[in-house]
């Protein structure tokens, strides 16, 4: 199965808000609600910063949430910070015991 | 405190074989499903393979299948990837994740990663 599809690069100014996508198909974004957004800053592990579409783990801010709609799901992150300069990757159950990362999105922090 | 801890990443000839682990602590390893992730050199992120709790279900990427297996030891809290016939494209950091009590889930820990480059 191909990657889901984010856009390569998105910028904001401190304080701003940012929203991007993550596109799939009805085999995976389409028909599951198994969506996870993950943060990755430079030479890091990824970190699960969303989980079931629009949950969060303990600790993570509530400046990060998501939402699905159809075969897109997006992430939006209030009140842009510094530290949210990383790259962000949605990941989907894509049946079968399988599953499907997106390509990344970078985010500038300007 | 959950812990992951990878490591047996090397260099190693293309058609090699290679077996990493990942030794884990701070959660009953046996309850959840565990998966190794990889990232090729400024690539995104690959899910590679899945094992159920007790070892009974694995799953695999079309990409490494009938050439890596996953398996796990629970009696000593151990994921392990043995990794055959390696490819260039095979070459990447490897991160072991922990997922759910069941594989529909997401990945909330991960180890720090352990790299794997194959090249002659």
């Known amino acids: 199965q191909s990657a889901l599809t984010q856009p390569a690069s998105v910028s904001g100014s401190p304080g701003q808000s940012i929203t991007f996508s993550c596109t799939g198909n009805?085999?995976?974004?389409?028909?599951?609600?198994?969506v996870s957004w993950y943060q990755q800053h430079p030479g890091n592990a990824p970190k699960l910063i969303i989980y079931?579409?629009?949950k969060r783990p303990s600790g993570i801010s509530d400046r990060f949430s998501g939402s699905k709609s159809g075969t897109t799901a997006s992430l939006t992150i209030s009140g842009l910070q510094v530290e949210d300069e990383a790259d962000y990757y949605c990941c989907s159950y894509g049946g079968s015991n399988t599953f499907i990362f997106g390509t990344g999105t970078r985010v500038s922090v300007l | 405190e959950v812990q992951l801890l990878e490591s047996g990443g090397d260099l190693i000839q293309p058609g090699g074989s290679l077996r990493l682990s990942c030794e884990v602590s701070g959660f009953t390893f046996s309850n959840y499903v565990m998966t190794w992730v990889r990232q090729a050199p400024g690539k995104g992120l690959e899910w590679v393979s899945s094992v159920l709790g007790d070892g009974s279900g694995t799953y695999y990427a079309d990409s490494v299948k009938g050439r890596f297996v996953i398996s796990r030891g629970n009696s000593d809290n151990t994921l392990y990837l043995q990794m055959n016939n390696l490819r260039a494209e095979d070459t990447a950091i490897y991160y072991c994740a922990r997922g759910g009590t069941v594989v529909r889930s997401w990945f909330d820990s991960w180890g720090q990663g352990t790299r794997v480059t194959v090249s002659s």
């Open positions: 079931g579409v629009n």
């Open positions: 009805n085999n995976d974004l389409g028909t599951y609600n198994l």
